[in-house]
């Protein structure tokens, strides 16, 4: 039987498939359930800056001015979370319940006060923290040197608040991402989650006002950061967990033979309930089984850009081959 076990951010997981962020992670028996069907990790969901320091985002504003919400989307919202006292007991519970290593997460878009709460995270129990860069910059006036500075100094101020293992999770948005890797890896990151997906408010022809909706992933989004897993895979030392897409266990064994360390599964857990992590989990070990591999590493970047026959598939002269052979 093949062994599933494997380490992240340096800690020992008995699985890669990890119950990520998700209005699923902030419910003990959701963790609970989670263990027991072989998930590796949980990662708690977020708090975010705007919770910690009381105020609301501009961004939030201009949305509730007449926006028309669904269940989901409020899910998301830090005005329907946990303040920051509750989000220290979660983790301390978390702790408390699972022997699995619990993962806190903080969604911030700059440095502030707020870091502190990091340290308490820490304190509370949490075995590592992601950090959730999540940020939409619309003013023209600021430059991406500009934003990837604010988002060093958010990332350099809670390395510098706490001991435990820090990851950062990114959006794709970047115009030199690997670049914005190495730079957080040097200042001590630890992994990477490729990639958050963000909320894209819609409009509501019915009632003209704006309709926040936050629709499940789908499994072609999978492809995404299996592409930059494989790309980077090798160039940073870094661990590199996998997010967006992944809905079986075909897409988690893809995610790591491009050269993810781990898997993180939020809409297929919403959709399926937490206990399709063991379908996950098993379906992986079969696989696993047939090909005849005894561990994950034993397959993990095989398929990486540095291995491949073809590196250039994952960039840009498979793109030129394919558009060029396109006839309709
Ligand atoms: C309902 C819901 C709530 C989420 N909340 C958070 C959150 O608090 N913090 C975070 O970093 N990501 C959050 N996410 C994003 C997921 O962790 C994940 O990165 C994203 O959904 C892509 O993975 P998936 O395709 O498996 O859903 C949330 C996702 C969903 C569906």
Not at 2 to 25: E, F
Not at 102 to 111: D, F, L, M, Q
Not at 302 to 313: E, W
Request: aromatic content about 6%.
């Amino acid at each position: 039987m093949a062994d599933l076990a494997t380490t992240y951010l340096g800690l020992s997981l008995p699985s890669p498939v990890i119950l990520a962020s998700s209005s699923l992670s902030n419910r003990i028996e959701n963790f609970q359930l989670a263990e027991s069907h072989g998930a590796g990790a949980v990662v708690l969901r977020s708090l975010f800056e705007e919770q910690i320091e009381a105020l609301e985002s501009e961004r939030e504003s201009a949305l509730a001015m007449g926006s028309d919400s669904t269940a989901e989307a409020q899910s998301f919202f830090p005005s329907q979370r946990v303040g920051p006292a509750e989000y220290l007991q979660l983790v301390a519970r978390a702790k408390r319940a699972v022997k699995i290593p619990v993962i806190g997460s903080i969604n911030c878009v700059a440095p502030g006060s707020w870091s502190h709460y990091a340290r308490q995270i820490a304190e509370a129990g949490a075995d590592a923290l992601e950090v959730n860069l999540y940020a939409v910059q619309a003013d023209p006036t600021v430059s991406a040197a500009q934003v990837e500075a604010r988002h060093e100094e958010a990332v350099q101020s809670i390395l510098d608040a706490v001991k435990i293992p820090v990851s950062v999770k990114l959006s794709p948005f970047y115009t030199a991402l690997a670049n914005v890797l190495a730079r957080l890896e040097g200042r001590g990151a630890k992994g990477f989650v490729l990639f958050n997906r963000f909320l894209q408010p819609d409009i509501s022809l019915e009632r003209m006002s704006l309709q926040n909706v936050m629709p499940l992933s789908q499994p072609f989004e999978a492809l995404l950061p299996l592409r930059w897993i494989a790309l980077l895979h090798g160039r940073v030392r870094a661990d590199l967990a996998a997010s967006s897409g992944v809905h079986d266990a075909s897409g988690v064994a893809k995610q790591i033979l491009a050269g993810a360390t781990v898997v993180q599964v939020a809409s297929a857990l919403v959709k399926n309930g937490v206990q399709h992590i063991g379908h996950l989990r098993d379906g992986l070990e079969e696989w696993m089984d047939r090909r005849g591999f005894s561990s994950v590493e034993d397959f993990r970047g095989t398929l990486s850009q540095r291995v491949v026959r073809d590196p250039g598939a994952f960039e840009r002269a498979q793109y030129v081959h394919l558009i060029l052979s396109q006839n309709s």
